[in-house]
C-alpha cells in the first residue's frame, strides 16, 4: 500500500509538526507512517482520519503489484 498522509496532511495545509502533536506521537513515528516504513494502528489510523476529516481509505491507496494480483 503507498502512503497518502503525506499527501492529504499538505493538502490540509497542516504542518506534520502540530499532526504529530494533535496525535500524541513523535515526528519521526509520522514520517515513517509518510513514507511506509511503519504503519498506524487501527486506533491510530482512525484518530488521523478524523484529525484530517477524511476517510481511513483516504489514506492508503494499492501500489501497482497490489493492482494486478
Known amino acids: 500500500m503507498k502512503s497518502r498522509i503525506g499527501e492529504i496532511i499538505d493538502q490540509r ?3 506534520k509538526r502540530y499532526i504529530a502533536e494533535m ?8 514520517s515513517n507512517w509518510v513514507t511506509g516504513k511503519s ?4 486506533v491510530k489510523l482512525f ?8 476517510t481511513v481509505d483516504d489514506l492508503y491507496e494499492k501500489d501497482d503489484k497490489e493492482r494486478k494480483a
Open 39 to 42: 504503519y498506524p494502528t487501527a
Open 13 to 15: 495545509g497542516y504542518k
Open 23 to 30: 496525535m500524541g506521537i513523535s515526528q519521526n513515528q509520522l
Open 47 to 54: 484518530e488521523l482520519a478524523e484529525l484530517l476529516d477524511c
